[in-house]
């Protein structure tokens, strides 16, 4: 079953529950005082880019992380998040997360790669490391409220920061010919959001967020997509456990002196974490 399959199952089953459970009396508001929320996401991310030239009016070689440059990319990964909510009915609401994720290589290249100024060619030997580091804050209203549902729009930022760097080394000529580049990029960017909650039987609760992020003009432009859907079962009143799906979709442009050029990466993958609510 491939990413959009999984999101949309997901998504479908819970609604069906949803549906007939709102006549049932319920113990498990869908949007809590307080909450603190820990656990792990099995990461799948693919990473493209093109790093072009800072002179001249070349492009770089379009090149994607982990088939042409052999990074592994795909790891178990912590996930962390925490908010609050007030007013009537926990109608507003506060929250901030934070995922990562980070790959390594250490490969014989296939191919000839143009890489910022330099060529990365093909048989040398290469190794490379990349970290991605997501941030987000955002406010929710959930202007329609019932007993056993909630849905709302917010707002919100989230930042980017990424790290890699390349080197290689390659015989040419009977010469040992060595490259390396670097690059570090910090970005917030705005956000509009749709989520949705809600309880059903005793003990169980689904929630999803729909998220789109898009940053015009400047230095640095671009979108992206995020969702994120899950169920959590309650086994205590103040404590949850969570199976979910994290699915995010980044593109950026950059023209910037140290870095011209764009950046695509997609993150998906189930989330398993435990929450302490009140």
């Given at each position: ?12 089953a ?18 809590d ?7 792990v ?6 990473i ?24 592994d990319l ?11 909510s007030?007013?009537s ?51 929710s ?10 849905f ?11 790290t890699?760097?390349?080197a ?8 040992v010919?060595a ?8 970005a ?12 059903f ?7 999803a ?17 995020d ?9 205590l ?6 199976l ?21 990466i ?13």
């Amino acid at each position: 079953m491939n990413v959009k399959s999984s999101v949309l199952a997901v998504s479908a089953a819970a609604a069906l529950v949803c549906v007939p459970a709102l006549s049932q009396a319920q113990s498990i508001a869908p949007v809590d005082s307080f909450f603190v929320t820990a656990g792990v996401y099995k990461a799948n991310n693919d990473i493209d880019m093109r790093w072009n030239p800072s002179h001249g009016n070349g492009h770089g070689s379009r090149i994607s992380l982990e088939k042409d440059l052999g990074f592994d990319l795909d790891a178990t990964e912590p996930f962390f998040s925490i908010g609050g909510s007030f007013g009537s009915h926990n109608q507003h609401q506060i929250k901030a997360f934070r995922y990562s994720h980070d790959g390594k290589s250490s490969y014989s290249l296939p191919d000839t790669y143009q890489i910022g100024n330099d060529d990365y060619v093909e048989g040398a030997k290469f190794r490379g490391d990349v970290d991605v580091d997501i941030i987000g804050v955002s406010y929710s209203w959930f202007f329609h409220r019932r007993r056993h549902s909630a849905f709302g729009i917010g707002l919100g930022a989230i930042r980017y920061d990424i790290t890699a760097s390349f080197a290689a080394s390659a015989l040419v000529n009977q010469n040992v010919k060595a490259v390396s580049d670097s690059v570090s990029e910090k970005a917030w960017v705005p956000e509009i959001h749709a989520e949705y909650a809600c309880s059903f039987a005793r003990r169980w609760r689904f929630s999803a967020e729909l998220s789109y992020i898009k940053k015009p003009g400047g230095s640095i432009s671009g979108d992206a997509v995020d969702f994120n859907a899950k169920i959590t079962y309650f086994p205590l009143r103040h404590l949850g456990v969570a199976l979910g799906y994290i699915y995010n979709d980044l593109d950026l442009d950059f023209d910037k002196s140290r870095f011209n050029g764009d950046l695509d990466i997609k993150t998906h993958g189930p989330q398993l974490t435990a929450t302490y609510r009140f």
